[in-house]
């Protein structure tokens, strides 16, 4: 598994938390135990504001978003809408990566823009792509 723990480049032992941003030492054990603590509460306090949304959750939006694609007997506003959820959790996947691994942030327009179209719109009908694309993208054109 990949550390969180970022080394100070000079100081042996100190550094600090890639997630959290916690400064700490490995060599004071009360530290770490207080590290260990400061984390569980800021991931709580991530969850609270449900960013990221756990992965079940994500997975739960994806597939119901996906479901109703390609069935013409559900309105197109409402398979918009269900592409929405899917583009969301998504985007919470990226930000689950910037937690995790500290890749850049992308808000949910530079996310769409740069990671779903146009390759992952092959998921949704021509008209919910292009309704995506008009609400989402930066590099749409009228
Ligand atoms: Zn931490």
Redesign the pocket.
């Known amino acids: 598994m990949k550390s ?1 723990f970022v080394p100070h480049p000079n100081l042996a032992g100190d550094g600090r ?1 890639r ?4 400064a700490y030492s490995t060599l004071v054990p009360a530290e770490v135990a207080q ?1 260990r603590r ?2 569980a509460r ?1 991931l709580a306090a991530c969850g609270s504001v449900g960013a990221p949304m756990p992965t079940a959750e994500r997975e739960s939006r994806r597939q119901a978003g996906l479901a109703v694609q390609f069935n013409e007997r559900i309105p197109l506003r409402e398979r918009i809408a269900a592409a929405e959820r899917w583009l969301e959790a998504e985007h919470h996947d990226h930000l689950a990566e910037v937690l995790l691994y500290g890749v850049q942030r992308l808000d949910l327009r530079e996310y769409f823009t740069k990671h779903v179209e146009p390759s992952r719109l092959s998921s949704f009908e021509n008209d919910v792509a292009a309704e995506l694309r008009l609400r989402y993208s930066d590099s749409f054109v009228a």
């Not at 997630?19 to 916690?22: E, H």
């Open positions: 969180n938390c997630i959290c941003d916690f590290h400061y984390h800021y």
